[in-house]
Protein backbone atom coordinates (compact mmCIF):
# COMPACT_ATOMS: atom_id res chain seq x y z
CA UNK A 1 0.00 0.00 0.00
CA UNK A 2 1.10 3.58 -0.60
CA UNK A 3 1.60 6.13 1.67
CA UNK A 4 3.19 9.10 -0.14
CA UNK A 5 2.26 12.29 -0.31
CA UNK A 6 4.00 12.99 -3.77
CA UNK A 7 2.62 12.32 -6.91
CA UNK A 8 2.75 13.20 -10.75
CA UNK A 9 0.47 12.48 -13.70
CA UNK A 10 1.25 10.81 -17.18
CA UNK A 11 -0.50 9.46 -19.86
CA UNK A 12 -1.94 5.65 -19.55
CA UNK A 13 0.58 4.32 -21.62
CA UNK A 14 3.31 2.20 -21.79
CA UNK A 15 6.71 4.09 -22.62
CA UNK A 16 8.22 1.47 -24.30
CA UNK A 17 5.38 0.82 -26.72
CA UNK A 18 5.30 4.31 -27.81
CA UNK A 19 9.16 4.70 -27.96
CA UNK A 20 8.59 1.21 -30.25
CA UNK A 21 6.32 2.59 -32.13
CA UNK A 22 8.59 6.05 -32.38
CA UNK A 23 11.57 4.04 -33.70
CA UNK A 24 9.72 1.55 -36.23
CA UNK A 25 7.48 5.36 -38.10
CA UNK A 26 11.41 6.63 -38.16
CA UNK A 27 12.70 3.04 -39.78
CA UNK A 28 10.28 2.79 -42.40
CA UNK A 29 10.45 6.91 -43.11
CA UNK A 30 14.24 6.55 -43.46
CA UNK A 31 14.34 3.40 -45.79
CA UNK A 32 11.69 5.02 -47.90
CA UNK A 33 14.13 7.91 -47.66
CA UNK A 34 17.36 6.14 -48.51
CA UNK A 35 15.53 4.81 -52.38
CA UNK A 36 14.61 8.31 -53.18
CA UNK A 37 11.17 8.07 -52.16
CA UNK A 38 11.31 11.33 -50.34
CA UNK A 39 6.91 11.93 -50.67
CA UNK A 40 6.41 8.34 -49.11
CA UNK A 41 8.59 8.83 -46.12
CA UNK A 42 7.13 12.32 -44.99
CA UNK A 43 3.58 10.27 -45.79
CA UNK A 44 5.11 7.81 -42.90
CA UNK A 45 6.21 10.42 -40.50
CA UNK A 46 2.57 12.02 -40.82
CA UNK A 47 0.53 9.04 -40.49
CA UNK A 48 2.87 7.99 -37.45
CA UNK A 49 2.10 11.86 -35.71
CA UNK A 50 -1.73 11.54 -36.54
CA UNK A 51 -1.86 8.17 -34.63
CA UNK A 52 0.23 9.22 -32.15
CA UNK A 53 -2.07 12.23 -31.55
CA UNK A 54 -5.14 10.16 -31.71
CA UNK A 55 -3.92 7.49 -29.28
CA UNK A 56 -2.89 10.24 -27.01
CA UNK A 57 -6.22 12.17 -27.12
CA UNK A 58 -7.84 9.00 -26.48
CA UNK A 59 -6.00 7.99 -23.18
CA UNK A 60 -7.02 8.78 -19.82
CA UNK A 61 -4.45 9.78 -17.01
CA UNK A 62 -2.46 7.73 -14.74
CA UNK A 63 -1.45 9.24 -11.04
CA UNK A 64 1.97 7.74 -10.00
CA UNK A 65 3.59 8.20 -6.91
CA UNK A 66 7.45 9.33 -6.84
CA UNK A 67 8.26 7.41 -3.93
CA UNK A 68 7.40 3.64 -4.99
CA UNK A 69 5.87 4.29 -8.46
CA UNK A 70 2.58 2.89 -7.41
CA UNK A 71 -0.17 3.92 -10.44
CA UNK A 72 -3.54 5.27 -9.19
CA UNK A 73 -6.51 4.99 -12.20
CA UNK A 74 -9.97 5.62 -11.75
CA UNK A 75 -12.13 8.43 -11.46
CA UNK A 76 -11.18 11.06 -9.31
CA UNK A 77 -10.17 14.51 -8.50
CA UNK A 78 -6.38 14.67 -10.06
CA UNK A 79 -4.41 17.42 -7.59
CA UNK A 80 -0.96 16.16 -8.81
CA UNK A 81 0.73 18.08 -11.82
CA UNK A 82 3.37 17.00 -14.39
CA UNK A 83 6.37 14.84 -13.83
CA UNK A 84 9.72 16.45 -11.98
CA UNK A 85 12.43 15.46 -12.81
CA UNK A 86 14.46 17.17 -9.96
CA UNK A 87 11.80 15.88 -7.60
CA UNK A 88 12.27 12.70 -8.49
CA UNK A 89 15.58 12.23 -8.16
CA UNK A 90 15.19 13.70 -4.27
CA UNK A 91 12.38 11.51 -3.33
CA UNK A 92 13.26 8.20 -5.55
CA UNK A 93 16.71 8.36 -3.46
CA UNK A 94 15.09 8.89 -0.39
CA UNK A 95 12.55 5.95 -0.68
CA UNK A 96 15.53 3.74 -1.77
CA UNK A 97 17.30 4.60 1.85
CA UNK A 98 14.30 4.12 3.05
CA UNK A 99 13.46 0.32 2.28
CA UNK A 100 16.87 -0.27 2.05
CA UNK A 101 17.44 -0.80 -1.68
Known amino acids: MCTGQDFYIRKDFDPKV ?6 LGATVSAVFYYFGMDLTA ?3 LAVAVLVDLAVYRRLGDVTICYRC ?6 RFERMAEG ?3 HTADILEAEYAKQVGR
Open 42 to 44: YGV
Open 69 to 74: HAEFRG
Open 18 to 23: GLTFVI
Open 83 to 85: FDL
